[in-house]
């Protein structure tokens, strides 16, 4: 169920996000206006619909799959990853510090990292400011190719899974825009 802020209330675990605008919304607020634009709503669901195709917060691992890896957040943050680059990062760590402020968590990328499985809009936010931390200018809009290279360097996954970009991609096109 989405609560009135945007963010998913109640059991999480793996409650699917049927409309992940009001997170964009609500996230996308706690931050400057110039990060909110076209461009970034679509990177933010097409890695979304990547990492945790919007369902699960927190990572499978094994077989069968249980949620019990180290990335949390339907963006799928680990606390020694994303959750430590937001924090510390030149570009990201004072607007990071300003949304935990917000969102009531503590300023470490502990805090963060619990956090993030539970709050939506928090992960959004964070996902928002990794974007952030990247020298170069977002992808356009439709430029798949070039959003799975930010998608590369910024979250750097272990076992990227690039036949699926494609399809994702088309369905964050549909879904941000």
């Known amino acids: 169920m989405v609560g ?3 963010g998913v209330e109640g059991d999480l675990g793996s409650a699917a996000v049927t409309d992940i605008r009001p997170i964009l919304n609500a996230a996308l607020a706690l931050l400057p ?3 909110d634009s076209a461009p970034a709503r679509v990177q933010l669901v097409a890695i979304g619909l990547q990492e945790s195709r ?4 927190r990572q499978l691992v094994g077989n069968p799959p249980k949620p019990v890896g180290p990335a949390k957040g339907l963006w799928q943050f680990e606390r020694l990853g994303g959750c430590r680059g ?3 990062h030149a570009a990201s760590s004072y607007w990071m510090n300003e ?3 917000k969102r009531g968590v ?3 990328a502990t805090a963060v990292w619990n956090a993030i499985e539970f709050d939506d809009v928090l992960a959004c936010a964070a996902a928002r400011l990794l974007l952030f ?3 170069r200018r977002l992808p356009a809009v439709g430029d798949a190719d070039d959003a799975w290279r930010l998608y590369m360097r910024t979250w750097k996954p272990g076992k990227p899974h690039r036949a699926t ?3 994702l991609y088309a369905q964050a096109l549909a879904f941000a825009t």
């Open 165 to 167: 970009w494609p399809a």
């Open 133 to 135: 931390t990247d020298p």
């Open 99 to 101: 949304v935990c402020q």
């Open 33 to 35: 206006q110039q990060m």
């Open 54 to 57: 919007l369902t699960e917060r």
């Open 86 to 88: 937001v924090v510390s």
């Open 4 to 6: 009135t802020d945007g």
């Open 106 to 108: 503590t300023f470490t």
